[in-house]
């Protein structure tokens, strides 16, 4: 039965509170026979104490409760906007975590917007006690309502109290609205609900005062001022329609600036990426990109439709990228795309063009894993430092929530960060069966920081008991000829095979055939030869780092290992039991099945729309969460039973 009324309860670190309120509102559900018309949406965030596990044996009691828990950065305000965007009932609205108002409370709210079509949403109005410390908490309270009605041309008398509620049609169409994620989300709600011309009514509730989280006057201040640009944009987007004046503004010419193409010797995922999403750009733009230049490719190229442009080697690339966009590109440029692969090309400092920045992972340590000191540490620097003081306030496109989360805490807003996956194109390979002998395999650069040199280890380990077993090595990088030392040194020259860069045809083969895909490196943008792995149904084994946590679904299509001994478990665990191999090869399948450069392409674009456009209080805003639609690991199997 669909229910009637959605309460949401966002929720951060509440073990010491969350009991209470699910006590409460659930025994006086089912008291009142409502059970079957009302779902409780707890939607835990940013949360590091027991609330989730207590969430869930609540559930177990009150089958109309329901646990989300999102991993991203999202704020208060994200997640009431993802309860709201989960929550199928007819009135949908949002309630505190500290049980200040009683479940009665919340059914008389509902009652009366069900009971009223001429309202479309209601706010809870706090009756202070009559105390001296209610007289205080009040006359704060007014100080700071009136302040805001002031600032903002709204007109509420208890703007933060947490109790709003909404009919469904309208509680999803703000849920697209909240740009604030911390408490100040509750203006946010108000301003938009005022410029969607919903009405509103204020509710007296009895409320009592509990102890909760401290609410920052700084970072409110700072979240008024924020609505307030919104607020204005939108007035002035409203005055220019009333005039007639035009407010599209299209993008025609791309221009991309990138440290390698896909015809560089030295390619990789990054330039595979790139150069897809060129292509799907190609639709409704013109792209340029400009890259460095090998000694064995032409200055000038068209790849796919795509007008390339190169010059300067790795470092110096950056330099002529300024230089040719004065004298070549600046005129006829729409939007810059700025790729970072540890060092983006700072076209902030030059150019005032609307930018998009590209950022596959951020590099940190790996910097002196795979250079010589100075060099590391002038690129960690770089990265860490002034990267974030310049494209802060850039819309941003990564390829892993592990990167996501690297941004935030270099101070990127989660607004400006756009979660779009890598993909594999169209695979052309004839089907082939899995090998009958022990058989792993890598595919990708061979480089210090990938770490082959565990998989060779992890490889002799498993001769031992499996003398037969084959690894298969595809790709090639400066790291090679220790790698060639290293077989020699583990006694591995007819067990390891390091056949360099293989055609596209033998590469799917080797992983069709492949029991396992051993993937140690120490950290990924995103691992898209887990994916190619997945998608010819071979399972991989991986380090928990970034990336390779993203790509790999522990226990559903492979495993994540700690160290070095889980890395060699867990490779033992596939190699020995054929039942887990096809249980994990088939969820592989369905995990790859879910990723496409079209969807991809949608949430760049989304990107491009975003930066080109001046945000106002009713632009909707793109969650990372909306993707879980799309890249979900619902349909695969756990398996549980290994130890």
């Known amino acids: 039965m669909k229910p009637e009324l959605s309460i949401v309860i966002p929720v951060k670190n509440e073990e010491k509170h969350i009991s209470r309120i699910l006590n409460s509102y659930g025994s006086f559900f089912i008291a009142k026979k409502q059970e079957k018309n009302v779902e409780i949406i707890v939607v835990i965030y940013d949360s590091k104490d027991k609330t989730s596990l207590i969430v869930e044996e609540y559930a177990k009691n009150y089958p109309f409760v329901t ?57 809870g109005k706090r009756i202070f006690s009559s105390d001296r410390k209610g007289t205080f908490r009040k006359i704060l309270n007014n100080i700071f309502n009136q302040y805001v009605n002031l600032e903002l041309g709204i007109d509420y008398s208890d703007i933060l109290c947490g ?10 169409r703000l849920s697209k609205k909240l740009y604030i994620n911390r408490e100040s989300f509750n203006i946010n709600l108000l301003l938009a609900s005022k410029h969607l011309n919903y009405k509103l009514l204020e509710v007296p509730l009895k409320w009592r005062h509990t102890a909760g989280p401290r609410v920052g006057p700084i970072s409110i201040l700072i979240d008024i001022l924020r609505l307030n640009t919104l607020n204005n944009k939108f007035i002035n987007k409203s005055a220019k329609i009333l ?9 025609k010419n791309i221009l991309i600036f990138s440290w390698r193409d896909i015809k560089n010797p030295s390619w990789g995922g990054a330039e595979v990426y790139v150069h897809e999403i060129s292509k799907k750009l190609l639709k409704n733009h013109n792209v ?10 032409s200055s000038v190229d068209d790849i796919d439709g795509v007008h390339v442009y190169r010059r300067g080697n790795f470092v110096t690339v950056y330099f002529w990228a300024f230089i040719y966009y004065f004298l070549k590109f600046r005129k006829e440029t729409d939007l810059i795309i700025d790729v970072e692969n540890g060092i983006p090309f700072f076209t902030p400092l030059y150019s005032r063009k609307p930018k998009v920045m590209f950022l596959f992972h951020v590099h940190k340590m790996q910097w002196f894993k795979q250079f010589i000191y100075p060099i590391a540490v002038v690129g960690y620097l770089l990265e860490l430092i002034l990267m974030p003081i310049l494209y802060r306030k850039i819309n941003t496109v990564t390829i892993s929530l592990s990167s996501m989360k690297d941004l935030v805490k270099l101070k990127f807003k989660p607004s400006n960060i756009f979660l779009a996956y890598p993909a594999i194109g169209k695979r052309h390979f004839t089907k082939v069966r899995k090998s009958v002998s022990p058989l792993v395999s890598y595919v990708g650069r061979v480089k210090a920081y990938k770490q082959v040199d565990i998989a060779l280890r992890v490889v002799a380990r498993l001769k031992r008991s499996f003398p037969g077993i084959k690894f298969i090595v595809m790709g090639s990088g400066e790291h090679l000829v220790e790698l060639e030392k290293l077989v020699k040194d583990l006694n591995l020259e007819n067990n390891v095979k390091l056949v360099g860069h293989l055609p596209d045809r033998k590469k ?31 399972p991989s084994i991986g380090f928990d780092v970034p990336g390779v946590r993203d790509s790999i679904c522990h226990l559903k299509t492979g495993f994540i290992a700690k160290n070095d001994n889980e890395f060699f478990k867990y490779s033992s665990i596939l190699i020995k039991d054929k039942s887990v191999r096809k249980a994990l090869g088939h969820n592989c399948k369905i995990w790859a099945d879910q990723f496409s450069w079209s969807a991809t392409a949608k949430i760049v674009e989304k990107a ?28 695969l199997t756990t398996l549980s039973s290994i130890k």
């Open 67 to 123: 646990k989300l828990e999102t991993p991203y950065a999202s704020g208060k305000g994200g997640a009431v906007s993802m309860g709201f965007s989960k929550a199928t009932g007819d009135i949908v609205g949002f309630v505190d975590p500290n049980h200040s108002i009683g479940p009665s409370e919340i059914s008389k709210l509902y009652e009366l917007l069900r009971d009223s079509t001429w309202l479309d949403g209601v706010v």
């Open 163 to 172: 109790v709003k509620f909404f009919k469904k049609e309208a509680a999803k």
């Open 243 to 251: 005039k007639k004046k035009p407010l599209k503004k299209k993008v």
């Open 288 to 297: 340029t990109l400009f890259t460095s230049k090998p000694r064995n490719l």
């Open 508 to 538: 799917w083969e080797v992983l069709q055939k492949s029991w396992a895909f051993l993937m140690p490196s120490m950290k990924e943008g995103w691992g898209i030869t887990i994916i190619e792995a997945a998608t010819c149904g071979t």
């Open 608 to 635: 491009i729309k975003a930066s080109i456009t001046k945000k106002g209080i009713l632009e909707d805003k793109a969650y990372p969460w909306e993707l879980e639609r799309v890249f979900s690991q619902d349909r």
